[in-house]
């Protein structure tokens, strides 16, 4: 629980600072449900414009030097991941920049007792280390396009066309709702 305390002051405190730093709004609920971590923030916060703000924030300039490092990285590997593009991508050059970001947060960033203590998280590990087979699969073409954000705007319309004061499904059986909402998309 102590350090649980520790971690959740840090990261309001950094968030703040951020904030401060670049009137980003990082991690705050929305009025619409969610919060506010979403694509636009990204693109953002991994500009090179905050990138320097953010990364001025860390007083040790090892430690600085190391996270504009991993954001930069990152930045790339966001922009090549998320582009839809008609260019080829050079799959094994995508795969060696993921496998260099997650070796860099394992090495770079140690404790006293040299360990690392970054913790990376499956969808992170995923983008770095995964992104490549997609383009192998998609013969180095965009994977973009296959998103399922689009899709998944959807979800809340549906809710409303299926049940509720609003609805115009009818509710007589799941066969007929369905093709309402459908007919209604």
């Excluded at 730093?21 to 923030?41: A, E, F, H, K, V």
């Excluded at 007083?59 to 490092?69: G, Q």
Aim: charge should be positive; hydrophobic fraction near 35%.
């Amino acid at each position: 629980q102590y350090m649980t305390r520790i971690l959740s002051h840090s990261k309001k405190e950094c968030i703040d600072q951020i904030r401060q730093t670049t009137g980003m709004l990082i991690d705050s609920p929305c009025g619409t449900g969610g919060n506010t971590n979403n694509g636009p923030l990204a693109d953002r916060f991994f500009s090179p414009e905050n990138r320097i703000k953010i990364c001025s924030l860390i007083s040790n300039s090892n430690d600085r030097n190391k996270f504009e490092l991993f954001m930069s990285n990152t930045n790339v590997i966001l922009t090549v991941t998320q582009s839809i593009t008609n260019k080829r991508v050079r799959i094994e050059a995508l795969r060696t920049l993921g496998l260099e970001i997650m070796l860099h947060l394992k090495t770079a960033f140690l404790d006293e007792s040299g360990k690392s203590w970054i913790m990376i998280i499956p969808s992170f590990h995923q983008m770095c280390a995964h992104s490549w087979e997609m383009f192998d699969w998609n013969n180095g073409q965009s994977i973009a396009k296959w998103s399922e954000g689009p899709v998944e705007s959807w979800n809340k319309h549906v809710r409303v066309f299926q049940s509720g004061p609003a609805s115009r499904a009818r509710q007589l059986s799941i066969k007929d709702n369905i093709y309402d909402i459908f007919r209604r998309m």
